[in-house]
């Protein structure tokens, strides 16, 4: 049952075949027929269109309108529900009469329905064929005061208001409002016709005083009028938006009509015409300038004020102003590129040499291009590689990102540089898609449109420490990027169009290998920067470190001097790292308190910085050798780490108490490292009796092994050998010597496993003052790496099995 879209209120004819004053003397039945209405709640005093198209329905009206026509009508509280039951409708409805009826095509009914007073079901007496009812009539409460005059009046000029808001509202309903004297009949009528939800319609009826039904209409008609008339502000400030958008449409249009007799073009034709002029001197590929001229052809189309206009605008000014074919000739002459590199850096001649082979297969490519172009191609899948792509592992100071520049200087190429350190999101690299607001291209085609060259020297820094999240994983868009075989049609998500990268030389940076992924590091060639001996310190800082300071400080060459004495005095006392960043800002500290001097004039005008002078402007000694301090007792070994500030010395404690076999590893120690421990303390107690420790030891005792620094974390395999060690030192009460550090994996066999990071390791026994470092015999090749002067200065011990580190390490009782 539905309401129809046509009047609410009807007003009876006063020749109908019942009369308006017999109806409302009519009885009400004891039991009458019950209609369920959906989303519909009719008032007494007032006349509304159903209709009706359910069977049962259908039914009950036939046998009313052959009877008393008289009904009951109520409304289902689920409107949703086709066939509400007893429990699915309200107990108050309205004691209605049937004033006409229509029969429709569809076989539905429309009837005119006239309510006449309120009824309250007390009993559900039968469902079949239709709901039948015990009903009895609620009478109403008219009061007659002068609130409820006050509130007819606020309800007829708030009616007012909306109907000249509202065209739809009826005009006879309108003269109705206003001429109508019973709040009663005011209330119901207004009710029926304006916009109320259904709970709220029921709790009209429900409400037994008039005076509250006109409260709560006023409420409700001030929040309708509320709704309307900020429905109307926005209308009508749509519309005043919409004509000056249309009049300014015209006045442009009218604006090139004139332009064009007068042979001008206007603002956008000159626009789209210099973004032709771009497109056809940026010399695309045939893809991306197909798409920059679709895209041409969409702004000429579109006018300025248009949203999508600025967006093309911006993707055509990245389009065009890429360099697609501008490059930097590479300066081939290999001297001159050794004598840069010579000039920039000291040793580092592995990789020096690894750039020099390259610029001597560039220049042979070049001298030999048309005898190359006339050899048959065997292979017509794999492209020939013609960018480099290089990956500098080593500590921090060692010259890593400066190195990318000097190459860059050698080269004669544009030098770029990008910090990768706690990027987590991918599109920093690939860029956003343009469907997104401030979209931008990543940061490899952002850095090219600056650097405004195709084959600059680019740097990725500190590869080993981008991150990742919800965002996205940026090392894997890094793949593409650092891929000789994939970068030739690299596309950004901005762009959406090939760009050629292979020309470009990539340098990435890391302090340690294994945070990179395996997929990118595989794609990389890798060359290891080793931290410094003290004589190659003394002479970086000499050469490069020593007279930049100078510089940066103002100082003349005279005015400040450093002697060797003093530069390793810098070195053992200020400085613990193995590269030279901080040995550099202990000499700018030194220069700046001679320019302060000099400034002030108090100083003299030449000053030779001697190993006695260093205490008096750095202050006290940072850094104290102590391997012999930390081993004069038993349980004490010193092992040779890897970290990413290079190689360092660490120091295994072991101690016992009385206890019952327990064991215990502290200092931060990485699930590999504790296992070692493990293996190594199972090993010792297989080789007690040859060790001559008693037997019953470990019953009565429990033993805890320590790693300082314990803030530090630590992992690896390579410190079985030290853990070793220090537990046989610890049994059987030998010292371990002084002089003496170590590195290896152990089994539980004995065996010592080789481990990497030899270099640095070997590296930080030097720093430290060591005499012998004893290392597994399968890592004797990398001992070739190092420096002369280190290898003479050490002696090696290269064991395979534990039992002669023990013999090498240990003092003799």
């Known amino acids: 049952m539905k309401q129809l879209n046509i009047p609410a209120f009807a007003r009876l004819d006063q ?45 009950l009206v036939d046998d009313a309108v052959v009877g008393n026509r008289l009904i009951g009508l109520v409304s289902s509280k689920d409107p949703e529900m086709l066939e509400p039951g007893p429990g699915d409708v309200y107990d108050i409805g309205t004691f209605a ?12 009914i429309t009837l005119i329905m006239q309510g006449l007073r309120r009824i309250r079901i007390e009993e559900i007496v039968a469902t079949e064929p239709y709901l039948m009812a015990r009903v009895r009539e609620i009478p109403e409460i008219v009061e007659e005061t002068v609130e409820v005059k006050a509130l007819q009046r606020s309800i007829v000029n708030i009616f007012r208001r909306l109907g000249e808001l509202l065209p739809a509202v009826p005009e006879e309903l309108m003269m109705m409002a206003l001429n109508v004297e019973n709040p ?5 009528a207004i009710s029926t016709h304006v916009r109320i939800d259904l709970d709220n319609a029921q709790r009209m009826l429900e409400l037994d005083s008039t005076r509250d039904k006109l409260h709560l209409l006023l409420a409700l008609l001030t929040k309708e009028l509320e709704v309307v008339e900020l429905g109307r502000k926005i209308q009508s400030e749509a519309q005043s938006e919409l004509e000056k958008t249309q009049r300014e449409y015209f006045l442009r249009e009218q604006m090139k009509a004139i332009q064009k007799e007068l042979g001008e073009a206007n603002e956008q034709q000159m626009e789209v015409e210099e973004f032709r002029k771009r497109i056809d001197a940026a010399g695309m590929p045939e893809e991306a300038e197909k798409e920059a001229r679709r895209e041409l052809d969409r702004l000429s189309k579109l006018p300025t004020a248009a949203a999508e206009y600025g967006v093309i605008r911006t993707y055509l000014d990245w389009l065009t102003s890429l360099p697609w074919s501008a490059e930097t000739e590479d300066n081939l002459d290999i001297a001159h590129a050794r004598e840069v590199l010579d000039e920039d850096h000291y040793d580092l001649e592995e990789v020096k040499e690894r750039i020099l082979e390259y610029l001597a297969v560039r220049k042979l490519k070049s001298e030999r291009q048309e005898a190359r172009d006339q050899e048959e191609v065997t292979d017509r899948i794999r492209r020939e590689r013609e960018g480099v792509i290089l990956c500098f592992v ?38 956003h898609r343009r469907t997104y607001i401030g979209a931008l291209p990543g940061r490899i085609m952002q850095a090219l449109r600056r650097v405004e060259s195709n084959n600059p020297v680019f740097m990725l820094d500190e590869v080993d420490k981008i991150g990742a999240d919800f965002r996205g994983d940026p090392a894997s868009a890094l793949l593409e990027v ?36 395996a997929p990118l590091r595989d794609r990389m060639e890798i060359l290891e920067l080793s931290g410094y001996t003290e004589a190659e310190k003394v002479r970086i800082a000499q050469g490069y470190l020593v007279p930049r300071q100078r510089r940066e400080n103002g100082l003349l060459h005279d005015e400040v001097t ?28 030194v220069c700046r308190k001679v320019a302060t001097s000099i400034a002030e004039n108090k100083g003299k005008k030449r000053n030779r910085i001697t190993e006695r002078d260093v205490p008096g402007y ?38 016992r108490m009385p206890g019952q076999k327990g064991f215990q590893v502290t200092g931060q120690l990485g699930e590999v490292m ?15 009796d040859v060790l001559s420790i008693p037997i019953d030891f470990f019953e009565k005792n429990d033993i805890h092994l320590h790693v300082p620094a314990g803030a530090i974390p630590k992992d690896g395999p390579s410190a079985g050998v030290t853990m070793a060690t220090a537990l046989v030192s610890l049994l059987t009460g030998r010292h371990v010597r002084a002089d003496v550090g170590m590195t290896g994996e152990i089994t539980l066999r004995g065996q010592v496993l080789p481990v990497g990071g030899i270099k640095e390791k070997v590296l930080a026994a030097h720093r430290a003052g060591l005499k012998k470092v004893i290392l597994p015999k399968r890592n004797e090749e990398d001992l070739k790496d190092l420096p002369s002067d280190v290898r003479k200065s050490l002696e090696f011990v290269l064991v395979e099995q534990v039992e002669e580190v023990f013999t090498s390490a240990l003092e003799n009782l």
């Open 562 to 589: 450093f002697t060797d004495g003093a530069l390793k005095r810098m070195i053992r006392e200020y400085t613990h790292e193995a590269g030279v960043r901080n040995l550099e800002r202990q000499i700018g500290r």
């Open 184 to 188: 009663l009949q005011l209330a119901y």
């Open 15 to 59: 020749g109908d075949a019942q009369s308006e004053g017999t109806l409302d003397e009519m009885a009400i039945p004891e039991v009458l027929p019950i209609l369920p209405l959906r989303g519909l709640v009719v008032y007494p005093l007032t006349a509304v269109p159903i209709r009706v198209g359910q069977t049962r329905s259908i039914k």
């Open 394 to 431: 080593g500590p921090p100071g060692t010259g890593k990102t400066s190195l990318g520049q000097s190459i860059a200087r050698a080269l004669g190429r544009e030098f770029v540089r990008q910090s990768l350190g706690g990027m987590r999101d991918e599109a920093e690299i690939r860029g």
């Open 97 to 108: 009469s049937v004033h006409r009826l229509f029969k429709a095509p569809d076989e539905t």
């Open 618 to 655: 750095l202050g006290r000694q940072r850094f104290f050798p102590e391997t012999a301090l930390r081993t004069q007792i038993p349980g004490v070994a010193t092992g040779l780490g890897w970290t990413s500030a290079g190689g360092d010395i660490q120091f295994f404690e072991a101690t």
């Open 674 to 688: 504790k296992e070692s421990a493990q293996a190594a303390l199972s090993y010792v107690r297989s080789k007690a």
């Open 482 to 517: 650092l891929d000789p075989e994939q970068n030739r049609e690299f596309r950004d998500h901005y762009l959406d169009v090939p760009f050629d990268l292979s020309q470009v030389m990539f340098i990435t940076t890391a302090n340690l290998l294994y945070p990179i992924p």
